[in-house]
């Protein structure tokens, strides 16, 4: 996955459904990041109203910092 989270760019951090920007910078269809984070907060005991914060690899981290998935690996 290339270098940790901390370095890598935040493409999201706010409550809610992403924008289509993220999705256009993971260059992948918003209905599949859509999924991809349910199933990453789903495998992490969170609930869909959980914030999560998104990076420009697909990382995907809890509100703590820690990574909780890869966007890549849920399509």
């Known amino acids: 996955m290339g270098r940790p989270p901390h370095q890598q760019r935040v493409i999201w951090d706010k409550s809610g459904n992403p924008t289509r920007h993220v999705s256009d910078v993971l ?8 999924e991809a984070i349910h199933a990453t907060k789903a495998k992490s005991n969170l609930l869909s109203t959980d914030k999560v914060v998104i990076y420009d690899n ?3 981290t809890d ?4 990574v909780i998935g890869n966007a ?4």
């Open 27 to 34: 260059q992948i269809e918003r209905w599949q990041l859509r």
């Open 58 to 60: 697909g990382d995907i």
């Open 63 to 66: 509100t703590s910092g820690d």
């Open 72 to 75: 890549y690996d849920e399509i």
